[in-house]
Nanobody
């Protein structure tokens, strides 16, 4: 099992930045593809970004390209989501997800990921 804990959310104004962290614990090793999803009230969970186990490959949802950056540390147990120029439409609970894989494949669908965190709230005021 892998436990994921997100942190770094908060209340900010439009145009501000936040950095989310996702710390993995338990039976962890670096061979996990990691993803960020978000879910706003009354809406479906949507893909935001993902990074491969090696860190070499990344993928982003179209609306966050150029504003958000996903990265992982050298020990491969923490993943970050740097969010710049936040907008009210970015308001949601942000969830971290993981899947064991040593390929460079990156999933955009929730079902592709086996482990999930509880989420951290990001609220952007206009």
């Amino acid at each position: 099992q892998v436990q994921l804990v997100e942190s770094g959310g908060g209340l900010v104004q439009a145009g501000d930045s936040l950095r989310l962290s996702c710390a993995a614990s338990g039976r962890t090793h670096s061979a996990n593809a990691m993803g960020w999803f978000r879910q706003a009230p009354g809406k479906e969970r949507e893909f935001v970004a993902a990074v491969s186990w090696s860190g070499s490959s990344t993928k982003y949802e179209e609306s966050v390209k150029g504003r958000f950056t996903i990265s992982r540390d050298n020990a491969k147990t923490t993943v970050y989501l740097q969010m710049n120029n936040l907008q009210p439409a970015d308001t949601a609970v942000y969830l971290c997800a993981a899947r064991r894989t040593t390929t460079e494949s990156l999933g955009e669908m929730s079902w592709w990921y086996a482990f999930w965190g509880q989420g951290t709230q990001v609220t952007v005021s206009s």
